[in-house]
C-alpha cells in the first residue's frame, strides 16, 4: 500500500469516529435524563453536605442559593457546612453566617490522615454527621443551585429509580481558554458514553459523573462504603459512582443546567492548575492516557488539517465534530458560535494539559490548594 493510500486510509477512519461520535451525541441528547420540575418528591430528609478549603469569594452566595433550595424542600433539611483548613478567611465567612442562619451547622475538618485526599476526607467527616436515610446533596463552593434545584434533582432519583444522580451545571466561561477547554466537559461523556446503557450498566467502565452537584440516596452511599471507599482517588465523583455500582446500585449523569451553574476556573492559570490535578488519572493508566489522546487527535485534528489540503473526506469529519460539539452545547446550555468552529484547538489545548499533568504526576509535583497530591493519590 502507498503512503499516500495509507494516509487516505487513515482520514477516512478518523472521519468515520466523528461521524460515529456524532451519532452518539445525538442520540444521548434525546436520551439523557433532566430533573423535572413538574414532579415532586416525597417528605424525606434531605442533608446538604458542603466542603470548603479557602472559598471565601464563593461561600456566601453558594450557601445563600442552598437556602433558597432547602426552602422549597417539604421534609426535614439539614445544611452542613465543613471547613477543611481554610487559611484565607472562609473561617469567619462561616461563623458570620450560621450566626445570621442558625439552620447552617458548621464544622471543623480534622487533618487529612494518611492514605487519604483532601476532598475525599471533608465529605467523609460530612457523612458521618448526616443521618443514615433520605438523600444526600453533595455540593461545592463554585456552584449556584436554582430554588428548585434540590426538589427538581431528587424527583429524578426517585422517579427513575436510581441511587446516584448527577445534575451536570452549565459551565460558565470567559476568556479564551476557558472557552476553548470548559467546553469538553460536556461533550466528552455526551459523545462517547451511551447514557441509558450507563444507567443500567454495573460495568465501572461505563460510569460518568460530576461531584460540583451530587445527589445519591443515604442508604446507598454507605453501602458503597462512602468516601472511605475512594479515599486516594483524585476523581472521587466518579470512583464514587464506580463504587456505588460494584454494591448494586444505579446512577448517571444527568443534564442540569436550568438546576446548577458552575464557574470551575477563572484564567489559564487556574485551569491549568485544575486539570493538572486530575487528568493524569481520568484513563486509568499510562497507557490509557496515551491511548485517549492518540485517538482524540486523529479523530479531530486529523481530518481538519486534511481538508485545508483538500480532502473532502476530512471536511467530513471536521464538520461531524463540530455539529457534535453544536448539539452538546444546544442541549447542555454551553457556549455554541462560533466556539465549536474551534474544536480542533480545543483538543490540542487538552492534549498539553494531559501532558502537563503526567509529567508533574511523575515529578511528584501535584498540588491542589496547597496540598500535596503526588504521595497518596494511586
Not at 290 to 317: D, E, F, H, K
Request: with cysteine.
Amino acid at each position: 500500500m502507498r503512503v499516500s493510500e495509507i494516509g487516505r486510509w487513515v482520514i477516512g477512519a478518523a472521519a468515520a469516529g466523528a461521524i460515529a461520535s456524532l451519532a452518539l451525541t445525538i442520540d444521548n441528547a434525546r436520551r439523557i435524563r433532566r430533573p423535572d420540575p413538574a414532579s415532586a418528591p416525597g417528605a424525606e430528609p434531605l442533608t446538604v453536605l458542603l466542603p470548603v478549603r479557602d472559598e471565601v469569594d464563593h461561600l456566601n452566595d453558594c450557601l445563600t442559593a442552598v437556602l433558597d433550595a432547602v426552602d422549597r424542600w417539604r421534609g426535614p433539611a439539614r445544611v452542613l457546612v465543613l471547613d477543611d483548613e481554610s487559611a484565607d478567611g472562609t473561617d469567619r465567612v462561616l461563623a458570620d453566617f450560621v450566626a445570621r442562619h442558625g439552620c447552617v451547622e458548621a464544622l471543623d475538618g480534622a487533618p487529612t490522615p494518611p492514605g487519604w485526599l483532601g476532598k475525599p476526607w471533608a465529605c467523609e467527616q460530612l457523612s458521618r454527621q448526616a443521618p443514615g436515610d433520605g438523600v444526600y446533596v453533595f455540593v461545592d463552593a463554585d456552584v449556584r443551585v436554582a430554588p428548585h434545584a434540590f426538589v427538581d434533582s431528587v424527583a429524578l432519583l426517585r422517579a427513575a429509580g436510581l441511587d446516584l444522580v448527577c445534575p451536570y451545571p452549565r459551565q460558565l466561561t470567559t476568556g479564551v481558554v476557558e472557552r476553548l477547554v470548559q467546553p469538553l466537559l460536556q461533550w466528552s461523556w455526551m459523545s462517547t458514553l451511551p447514557l441509558r446503557l450507563a444507567e443500567r450498566s454495573s460495568r465501572p467502565s461505563l460510569s460518568a459523573a460530576n461531584g460540583q452537584l451530587l445527589i445519591v440516596d443515604a442508604a446507598a452511599y454507605r453501602r458503597a462504603g462512602g468516601h472511605a471507599a475512594v479515599r486516594d482517588d483524585v476523581l472521587e465523583d466518579i470512583a464514587l459512582l464506580r463504587a456505588l455500582k460494584r454494591s448494586g446500585g444505579r446512577g448517571v449523569v444527568a443534564e442540569g443546567s436550568e438546576v446548577a451553574t458552575c464557574r470551575m476556573y477563572d484564567g489559564w492559570r487556574e485551569v491549568r492548575a485544575g486539570y493538572r490535578k486530575s487528568l493524569w488519572s481520568a484513563f486509568g493508566s499510562t497507557a490509557g492516557t496515551v491511548a485517549v489522546v492518540v485517538l482524540l487527535n486523529l479523530l479531530y485534528t486529523v481530518p481538519p488539517i486534511a481538508a485545508l489540503c483538500g480532502s473532502r473526506i476530512g471536511l467530513l469529519g471536521y464538520l461531524a465534530a463540530v455539529t457534535s460539539r453544536a448539539v452538546t452545547a444546544a442541549r447542555t446550555g454551553g457556549r455554541c458560535w462560533p466556539d465549536v468552529l474551534a474544536h480542533p484547538v480545543s483538543i490540542v489545548a487538552f492534549t498539553v494539559l494531559t501532558a502537563d499533568s503526567a509529567i508533574a504526576r511523575r515529578r511528584g509535583v501535584l498540588t491542589w490548594k496547597g496540598r500535596g497530591l503526588s504521595g497518596s493519590a494511586r
